[in-house]
């Protein structure tokens, strides 16, 4: 301090290299448009990106180790689309049920029952810690544990016998697994969302006596989905590919079909896996549509206005920019 | 009850020919409440009539909003019990004991006591319009078309008649409070209860929502009204029922309690407020 410090005239501090900030410095033109702040390494960013992007697709194009003729021509054969159809199929049970136990199980915990709570709760805690893959296997080898299933009075007759292996075709097994892990995880995506609704919201609820049930589905829900739904597309994201596993309970999936071909078209296996790569990723894609606007719908009345989608923004960036130039033309 | 209802007409102060044979509009007796180690209600005997407006005073932590929330069973009593229009609530007899109400026993008892919160607790995914039919659909009194038809009458009632399709985030906190106001008409209820519904607001957004609470005290329905507007008390209270430390440490016309306070406790809250 001390020495750098400017030099002060009564209460102004001048700073005596710039001659504007002077007090009766050149008077101020107030009709002047204040000039906007650059962004210089805005623009040095953009670049850099553009240049390693571009270099990218360059390597994806040009490397024939990627052999793009092959995946050209495994992407829409009959047995790759077959094997699509098995992995949506067990993915939509999958979820499905997983959704269905993830509720009932939430709304265990949520009870005051406490022997409802305790074996939510135990549930939840058995199924996160085993691994998929395990109970998977686990189930393949059921029918060795019980070879029959039966309908009846607990601990008394039985009224319908069913033959474990006749039942648990691979499809069974792989949808039983993927449901009993995936409720454990939607459990816990739907317990969050419930408690993540304000306390308030349930009193002004039984205030006005609104029926139970009418109190869940129309007051609680809505607002619980709110959280609930990024929460589960994470998880059915996960689920999607999960199913790459249930190629090791012998049923032949997306992953699965790759696999088996590959070892038959060693040459090929690489833009098989390209193949598997794109639709898992055109899957996710369509979900994570599918997600932005069931958010749009849930957040009716959580915010003043609605965000535009990005289409729209789309479409008045391009205008805005057309404005802009058009401005700059005229300069 | 109908021995202890002409007994405390006597502290009644309205003028009504028919107090002694009509049952109390809210009735709370003996009543008792802990959490945990604090006696938030320590004995509180109150009555308020049919048609009369009470004003509930006293300083924060006190027992006034238990008190209130006891009366539509949001809180459950330890001790004693309330009724509202001559029904016990929460509770029935059982013998010489009370028993514990259902819980849809309970729901529908609520349906006939309107409650607006401090903090509005409107449901923000439903329009005001929504809010407002949403229970008498739910509790199955009349169909959607009639329910949407009463619940713009009320929002015009309650001066809202432009804002039937508005979320609740894009009013005002006064518009927000009117809006519960009118969901809380909406059933029809004998006894409306207000907890401190303008402790939450802007101070010039008291007044709209007070000039309602006026309307509906000139209409006849019963009201029992948590507040610290003592002005609002003076202005429209038939009673007003100081608290403190969860007992009723004095009550009468407000011309009593108010201007001529005779209790210290009573004295010191007001030389506060004022």
Known sequence: MGGTEPPRTGTTLVRPDDPTDRPGGPPLDASERVVPLRHPWRWIATVVVLIVSAQIVHGLVTNPFFQWDRFAYWFARPVILDALLITLKVTALSAVFGLLGGVVLALCRLSRSPVLQITSWGYIWLFRSVPLIVLLLFLYNFSALYPTLGIGIPFGPTFVEFDEAALATEIVIAVVGLSLNEAAYAAEVVRGGILAVDHGQHEAAAALGLPRRYQFRRIVAPQALRSIVPNYVNQLINLIKATSLVFYVSLLDLFGQVQSLGSTYPGDIVPLLIVATVWYVILTSLVSVAQYYIERYFARGAVRTMPLTPWQKLRTGVAALRGRIAAGALR | ?274
């Open chain 2, 1 to 274: 009850m109908t021995t202890d209802a002409t007994t405390d007409t006597a502290t009644a102060t309205t003028l009504d020919p028919l107090a002694d044979v009509r049952p109390a509009a809210v009735e709370v007796h003996g009543a008792h409440k802990w959490f945990g180690a604090n006696h938030v209600l320590a004995g509180i005997d109150l009555t308020v009539q049919p048609g009369q407006v009470a004003v509930i005073l006293g300083p924060s932590g006190s027992g006034k909003s238990t008190l209130l929330r006891t009366v539509n069973h949001l809180e459950k009593l330890d001790r004693g019990h309330v009724s509202v229009n001559g029904e016990l609530i929460g509770v029935r007899r059982h013998g010489g004991r009370l028993k514990e109400l259902g819980e849809r026993a309970i729901l529908r008892q609520r349906a006939g006591i309107g409650f607006v919160f401090q903090n509005f607790n409107l449901f923000p995914h439903l329009t005001a319009l929504e809010n407002v039919a949403a229970a008498p659909v739910a509790t199955g009194r009349v169909d959607k078309a009639a329910a949407r038809e009463l619940a713009a009458e009320l929002l015009a009632r309650v001066g809202l008649a432009d804002k039937n399709g508005a979320y609740p985030r894009q009013l005002s906190g006064g518009q927000q409070q009117r809006v519960a106001i009118a969901r809380a008409l909406a059933l029809r209820p004998g006894v409306i209860l207000f907890d401190e519904p303008t402790s939450a607001l802007d101070p010039e957004l008291v007044g709209e929502v007070l000039g309602v609470i006026d309307d509906l005290a000139s209409t006849g329905t019963t009201l029992v009204v948590v507040t610290h507007e003592i002005g609002f008390a003076r202005r429209v209270a038939d009673l007003v029922v100081f608290l403190d430390h969860g007992v009723v440490v004095e009550q009468g016309t407000p011309a009593e309690v108010l201007d001529h306070p005779r209790h210290p406790r009573t004295r010191d809250f007001l030389a506060k407020v004022l």
